[in-house]
């Protein structure tokens, strides 16, 4: 697969896939809100250390048009997500996420969904881990995002967004912008928040230096990774600022008494109609 040589390509990356086992299938939903996801298993044969099996499904659309940069830059945004420490908000946040779920899951307008299903426990089932999902993503998903984003930057092509060429660097930008916004959102105190964006920022340059160590002395290879790491360190420090401040047009960010309190919304930019259109639509708005 020329997707998968272009990333073999980096000695780092040849180096991690020749100690792990990974598949890559074809997602046959084509490009949906994730554009490649991964699951992750160990497994430990006999005196050796343990292995990570990674299973890689990456968009059918994009295998088909024959995208392989773009193909190449999510297994490296897929690949780069096992090699992050840990998501510290998204531990964190767990059980706010799973108790809101909780709550949202049986509220009238939810349950009403559910008055006419065959079997409405189990379709409850169903919105609870949607619904959970959607708050992962509007919480503790940002974080491993930053980093993840940060790594693919090497591979990234640049992309037509409605007949728009978005340079490779300024999309990882307003990736990385947007996921920060995010952070902010949740009303953590600014001290712990800024811990989390100083461990994202060490964890990223870290992954660089190990990616630049691997690959040659004096090779083109290495000039390049030098060059997107200080590309990368750029990248972060501008998105912080960026999203320090309010977004142009903030409509997430009106306090709107019709969709939920103040606070709530400061959690999750989620409305009542995207929920529900969530989850009679099946099909969740682009997170
Ligand atoms: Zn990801």
Redesign the pocket.
Known sequence: MAALTLVRNEKFWNDYLAHNTVYIFPDLTGVNRYRGFTQTATRTVEGNRPQTIFVIHVSKDLLEQGQTEMVAANIV??LS?SAYRSNQIGQAMQKFDTDLAGLLVDHPQIAALRSSATDPAALRNVHLSRIRQMLYEVTGYGE??IF?HLQQLTHQPSMTVNTTTIRGSDFILQQVELFMRRLRRIGMPVGILNRVFASIQRQAMDLYDRRIAMSPAGSPERKNLELSKEQAALIFQMALSESATPPDNKPEMKHDPEKGSHNVRRYATLSGSELIGALTGGVAPGY
């Open positions: 945004h897929e997500h491993e995002e993840v």
